[in-house]
C-alpha cells in the first residue's frame, strides 16, 4: 500500500482536475495537509470547482508557484465544501502556514470576489489507497 505523502512542507501542489472529455487541467494552488487531506481555498466559481463536480477524481504533485511540477504525481478524490465553518477551517490552516502572504492574497481575493459575485470554497483532497 502506498503511504500517504507527507507534503505540507511544501507551498504548492499541481491540482490535476479532468474535464468531461478527459482533458487533464493541471493548476498550482497552496494548500494545507491534515493527516491523509490537503484543503485548499479557491473561488466557488473557478473551472476547477467545476470540474470536480463532474469528476471528483484528481491528481496532485509538489510543483512550483508558476505550476512547474517537481515531485510525484498522486492519485486521489476531492470534494467541496462551500460551508462557512469548512471556508474558515482552511482559511485558519492556510493563516497558520502561509502567514502574511495568505492574508495579503485572501485580501486581494476578497475585493475580487466583491466585483465579480463570488465566493470562496473549500476543496478537500482524500489520497487514494493503492497496493
Do not use: Y
Request: hydrophobic content about 40%.
Amino acid at each position: 500500500m502506498r503511504d500517504t505523502p507527507h507534503l505540507n512542507d511544501e507551498q504548492f501542489v499541481s491540482l490535476e482536475t479532468f474535464r468531461r472529455d478527459g482533458t487533464a487541467v493541471k493548476t498550482p494552488i497552496w494548500f494545507a495537509q491534515e493527516g491523509d487531506k490537503l484543503f485548499m481555498w479557491t473561488a466557488a466559481n473557478s473551472g476547477k470547482v467545476k470540474r470536480i463536480g463532474n469528476n471528483t477524481g484528481v491528481r496532485v504533485a509538489v510543483c512550483t508557484r508558476f505550476g512547474r511540477v517537481t515531485g510525484d504525481w498522486f492519485e486521489a478524490q476531492a470534494s467541496v465544501d462551500a460551508s462557512p465553518a469548512a471556508v474558515q477551517r482552511v482559511e485558519n490552516l492556510l493563516k497558520v502556514k502561509l502567514g502574511f502572504w495568505f492574508t495579503l492574497f485572501q485580501r486581494i481575493d476578497g475585493i475580487r470576489d466583491n466585483r465579480n459575485g463570488s465566493s470562496r470554497v473549500c476543496l478537500t483532497v482524500s489520497f487514494a489507497k493503492s497496493s
